[in-house]
């Protein structure tokens, strides 16, 4: 049995969905029981199959306004901080929250470093233009970052692609504003220069925005808050390119909004970022995804779906091609 931990609290949309997304990963897979953190009264009255869940109780969690290491000392019956504790302590493949970002990096360092006393990244795996996939690290919990630590994120990407998806010598680019090694602002020069020098790293220099998902790197270092753009503007310009074609196919009528409803599908699948699951915490002891606030149940379940194929040595989507081909 695989046990998997869920924080309950923190969501956008209620503690409510993130049960509806626990109802589906016990009916899909027999061989996983669950630990949820948060309201013991709501979990019960769910109707969820309780011979399978573990229930650990609180109602208190983290906005986005509070300090999450503040909140750390201040309130320790905040849901995140109990998920992680029993991840460090308990036999489990896992832990999905869809809460706070720093919360879960205060909490992963306080509970899941590794041995080295690596500094965690958010990881998200964004499908590209080549027909792969692209781990886009860091993607919003390290705001501010060295040079060193950009080149241990570097070294955690490109470790978890070359164990993921069996690529020998995953490829990895330093986000930056041109392709030229001069280019860029302090941090990423320093960055370069370092990456270029390390014999451990397939390093193939700088990446301009309008590459990041060309599939010319299998890995794509960045500070937090260029990652976070990178993820957000390319959802923002899927979603404006979908919208823009079932307009066009509903003006046009007739068999273009046929051939217009076709695309809209295939997009739609390939760039589904919920279907794609959550952002993956790497550097932890212990697997964290993280999804995002709005996040439903479906996305709750496909970040189950993503910890038992790793913990059954899997790539991530299984076979499963989201690109529809």
Request: proline letters at 2%; one cysteine or more.
């Given at each position: ?10 969501s956008?949309?209620?503690?409510s969905a ?6 589906l ?6 061989n ?19 011979s ?13 306004y ?20 029993e ?14 970002s720093g919360?879960?990096m ?19 795996i ?6 792969g ?7 919003g919990a390290s705001?501010?970052c ?7 994120f570097?070294?955690?990407g490109?470790?978890f692609m ?6 020998d ?19 990423v020069?320093?960055?370069?220069k ?24 299998d890995?794509?270092?960045c500070?937090?808050?260029?990652g ?28 273009k909004?046929?051939?217009?409803m ?18 993956i ?7 964290v ?8 149940a ?19 989507y299984?076979?499963?091609?989201k690109?529809?081909?």
């Amino acid at each position: 049995m695989h046990n998997i931990i869920i924080d309950t609290l923190g969501s956008d949309k209620g503690a409510s969905a993130i049960i509806d997304g626990a109802k589906l990963i016990l009916d899909e897979f027999q061989n996983v029981k669950l630990t949820l953190v948060g309201d013991e009264e709501l979990v019960k009255k769910s109707g969820l199959d309780l011979s399978r869940v573990k229930i650990i109780h609180t109602t208190e969690t983290i906005t986005n306004y509070d300090n999450p290491v503040e909140a750390f000392y201040k309130k320790p019956n905040v849901s995140i901080f109990k998920a992680f504790e029993e991840a460090s302590k308990e036999d489990n493949i896992g832990l999905i929250s869809a809460g706070n970002s720093g919360a879960l990096m205060v909490s992963a360092i306080r509970y899941l470093l590794d041995e080295k006393k690596t500094r965690p990244c958010m990881a998200a795996i964004l499908p590209n233009m080549a027909g792969g996939f692209t781990c886009l690290v860091d993607t919003g919990a390290s705001i501010d970052c060295s040079s060193s630590q950009l080149v241990e994120f570097a070294h955690l990407g490109s470790d978890f692609m070359k164990y993921t998806y069996k690529i020998d010598a995953p490829r990895v680019g330093l986000l930056s504003n041109g392709a030229e090694p001069t280019k860029g602002n302090k941090l990423v020069k320093e960055t370069h220069k370092i990456l270029n020098d390390d014999k451990y790293i397939n390093f193939v220099g700088n990446i301009e925005g309008n590459a990041a998902l060309s599939g010319k790197c299998d890995v794509l270092v960045c500070d937090g808050f260029a990652g976070n753009q990178v993820l957000k503007n390319s959802e923002g310009m899927a979603t404006n390119l979908i919208t823009e074609i079932v307009k066009y196919g509903k003006k046009s009528g007739g068999a273009k909004e046929g051939v217009a409803m076709e695309i809209v599908a295939h997009l739609m699948q390939t760039y589904d970022f919920e279907s794609l699951g959550a952002g993956i915490m790497l550097g932890a002891r212990k697997m964290v995804m993280k999804c995002r606030g709005s996040s439903g149940a479906k996305a709750i379940r496909n970040a189950a779906h993503i910890l038992v194929n790793i913990a059954e040595n899997k790539t991530i989507y299984d076979g499963e091609d989201k690109r529809g081909n």
